[in-house]
């Protein structure tokens, strides 16, 4: 198949793609390599991808629509898995308009590639961070998420809206899915597990917001991008809905948790880190900031329904995989 992914250079596409490729996919891979964090991190991954013949790179902007449509006219994709997005909740107290650039602004170029193409299915990253300020745990994909406590979990929000009036226009069969806490090899600088490691071998304290009081429903990132291929083969059918079904009632469009299902305590996962390195972190307890949510707890139930799978790696064995690919990458002992 062909598929055009956006974001391979970053944590997840990454990853992703290369799963794609070992299945024998033909992949153009999208990304901007912007400087939101190290790109030689980014050039490192295209570079590991770029060794398969099968593997494209197209670097761009998804900002730049004439840019963005010439490279899906020319490469006709059947499939087309959008992951690129300005990511992070607290740096979009920083710089809000990246992420009105990136994520809406992008997707719609996207949708219209979409659109134009006549793809056979259009999947789109989304967060639990459009979960809010839900209280009922765990989080289904058929509740309201109506109040989003941060722009970043706006902007996906929209972006869910957005797909739903294409596909519900056009018929694109679309799947929107929400991730929960991706960590793993690879991973992005800015994000808890990478931070807390290289402050721990570094002999630095870590920052521990709302004092440690905190649940993650923590997600090994091979698990989720296994997740996403089997929903790749599982295009939403309009008027074809399962038991407990998100899929609307006017459009082939479905929303689908990716979560292990089971959270964890922040300050366990810490414990975590520590037992894998072989270090005690100085912890500086700190109150919550502002955006951030103190649980996070995906309903799995109708991911399992639809491919027969949930994730399941624990934070013991995916912990120990990040601490490896780090002290390897980084040459730290």
């Not at 407990?244 to 948790?257: I, Q």
Request: with cysteine.
């Amino acid at each position: 198949m062909r598929i055009l992914v956006t974001g391979t250079a970053g944590f997840i596409g990454f990853h992703l793609a290369g799963r794609l490729l070992a299945e024998d996919h033909e992949i153009v891979g999208v990304d901007g390599l912007t400087p939101y964090y190290d790109v030689s991190l980014k050039r490192a991954r295209h570079d590991i991808l770029k060794k398969s013949p099968a593997f494209t790179e197209a670097v761009l902007m998804l900002e730049d629509d004439q840019a963005f449509g010439s490279a899906c006219a020319e490469f006709r994709p059947e499939a087309i898995i959008h992951l690129a997005a300005q990511a992070g909740v607290r740096y979009s107290l920083e710089d809000p308009r990246a992420y009105i650039d990136a994520n809406l602004i992008g997707t719609f170029n996207v949708m219209e590639a979409a659109r134009s193409g006549a793809v056979q299915h259009l999947m789109l990253a989304s967060t639990s961070s459009i979960y809010g300020a839900n209280e009922t745990m765990p989080f289904i994909e058929t509740q309201r998420a109506d109040a989003p406590l941060t722009l970043y979990a706006a902007t996906k929000k929209a972006t869910e809206l957005m797909t739903h009036s294409y596909s519900h226009l056009w018929k694109i069969p679309t799947t929107v899915f929400r991730f929960f806490t991706v960590y793993g090899p690879w991973g992005r600088p800015d994000m808890a597990l990478f931070k807390f490691v290289k402050a721990i071998l570094a002999g630095q304290p870590i920052d521990v917001y709302n004092h440690g009081d905190m649940l993650r429903d923590f997600t090994y990132v091979d698990d989720l991008v296994k997740a996403v291929d089997l929903l790749l083969h599982r295009p939403p059918v309009e008027g074809q809905p399962f038991e407990g079904d998100s899929l609307s009632p006017v459009a082939p469009w479905r929303v689908v948790n990716i979560g292990a299902g089971s959270p964890c305590r922040l300050l366990d996962f810490i414990s975590e880190i520590e037992r894998c390195l072989g270090r005690s972190a100085e912890r500086n307890f700190m109150p919550n900031q502002p955006g951030d949510v103190p649980a996070t707890f995906a309903d799995a139930s109708l991911l399992e329904r639809l491919t027969g799978y949930r994730p399941d790696t624990p934070p013991r064995v995916g912990v120990q995989a990040f601490c490896d690919w780090y002290r390897e990458y980084y040459r730290r002992s």
